[in-house]
């Protein structure tokens, strides 16, 4: 069996859990700071990247957003996890702002649900 893309995608999050140590190095925090966003963005631009230069074959690029599809949730919901632990030790105003910014980003679910929609119906 083939499995394709997850050098590509382990080695971004690996890079992206390094920048995201050492930026919280840099500013005094004994933590991760932002290396799943940093993982997502280096495999976002490193699939364009070899795409462009016509090294992703299209099973690869298929194993690429899959994984990407799966990792994705799969860290949100680690990383949301971790958050909650946070902010509730952290006081009530954590706790606050975590969940006012929940409820808003549910109310923009359907908004962006119809823009998806729109774009969508436009390209037929």
Do not use: H, Q
């Not at 859990?17 to 290396?35: H, M, P």
């Not at 462009?52 to 099973?59: A, F, M, T």
């Not at 860290?75 to 929940?102: D, E, F, P, Q, Y």
């Amino acid at each position: 069996m083939r499995i394709y893309g997850v050098s590509l995608l382990a080695a971004c999050f690996l890079i992206g859990k390094f920048l995201g140590n050492l930026l919280g190095e840099l500013i005094n925090i004994n933590t991760d700071v932002g290396g799943v966003g940093f993982s997502m963005i280096i495999l976002i631009v490193s699939s364009i990247y070899l795409k462009k230069k016509g090294w992703l074959i299209p099973e690869t690029e298929k194993g690429v957003l899959f994984w990407s599809s799966i990792y994705i949730p799969i860290i949100v919901a680690m990383a949301a996890t971790l958050n909650v632990k946070a902010a509730v030790s952290g006081g009530l105003v954590a706790l606050l702002a975590g969940v006012i910014t929940t409820i808003f980003c549910m109310i923009l679910v359907p908004v962006l649900s119809k823009i998806g929609s729109r774009d969508k119906m436009s390209k037929k």
